[in-house]
């Protein structure tokens, strides 16, 4: 059964750090792109970064530069580096597998993410 | 604002057929990317309803459907269900964003 677990999350200032991590089970971890996205309370879905099984990254503007996606194959594991956290980065994380560079098949269950004084 | 655009909530009977919009451009769905859907049921995590426009995951059932023609594309529900009661939200790619994008989500009500 595949599944991805989120770790990570919690209570941070503005203007700090956070590294969120993603374990990865049940398929092979090494040939899937890997996504997170993320939901503020009662608002939708936004993509927040990519990392293809080449390893190469992509972010929206939103994130860029302040975001790192990474991955370690050997451990089964995704992670997102997030520095100069905002009050608007403020949401729920999840991580998603993709497949056929298209869609996202499976989800994490999500980990929150307060950024607050 | 969202890329693309949903109706923010629709709502039908037990036993009838609803259909949520997703209205996009010429830089996402006019531009030939495909369309896939995303049903989340209140405090769970979104689960793939349907992908490449109109193909259906094992174990999603045959009253979902998804159609996609120009700069849009349709999620249609038939036999509605009162576990149906949920956000759905359509996805693709923006070339001009160079990103994924997600349509704002809309709230199904089953009466």
């Known amino acids: 059964e595949v599944q991805l677990v989120e770790s990570g999350g919690g209570l941070v200032q503005p203007g700090g750090s956070l590294r969120l991590s993603c374990a990865a089970s049940g398929f092979t971890f090494s040939s899937y792109d890997m996504h997170w996205v993320r939901q503020a309370t009662g608002k939708g879905l936004e993509w927040v970064s990519a990392?293809?099984?080449?390893?190469?990254?992509y972010y929206p503007g939103s994130v860029k530069g302040r975001f790192t996606i990474s991955r370690e194959n050997a451990k089964n594991s995704l992670y997102l580096q997030m520095n100069s956290l905002r009050a608007e980065d403020t949401a729920v994380y999840y991580c998603?597998?993709?497949?056929?560079?298209?869609?996202?098949?499976?989800w994490g269950q999500g980990n929150l993410v307060t950024v607050s004084s | 604002q969202s890329v693309l655009t949903q109706p923010p909530s629709v709502s039908g009977a037990p036993g009838q057929r609803v259909t949520i919009s997703c209205t996009g451009s010429s830089s996402n769905i006019g531009a030939g990317y495909d369309v896939h859907w995303y049903q989340q049921l209140p405090g769970t995590a979104p689960k793939l309803l349907i992908y490449?426009?109109?193909n259906r995951p094992s174990g999603v059932p045959d009253r979902f459907s998804g159609s996609k023609s120009a700069t849009s594309a349709s999620l249609a529900i038939t036999g509605l269900q009162a576990e149906d009661e949920a956000d759905y939200y359509c996805q693709s790619y923006d070339s001009s964003l160079s990103g994924w994008v997600f349509g704002g989500g809309t709230k199904l009500t089953v009466l």
């Open positions: 990392i293809g099984a080449a390893g190469d990254t």
């Open positions: 998603a597998r993709f497949d056929t560079s298209s869609w996202y098949s499976k």
């Open positions: 490449g426009n109109s």
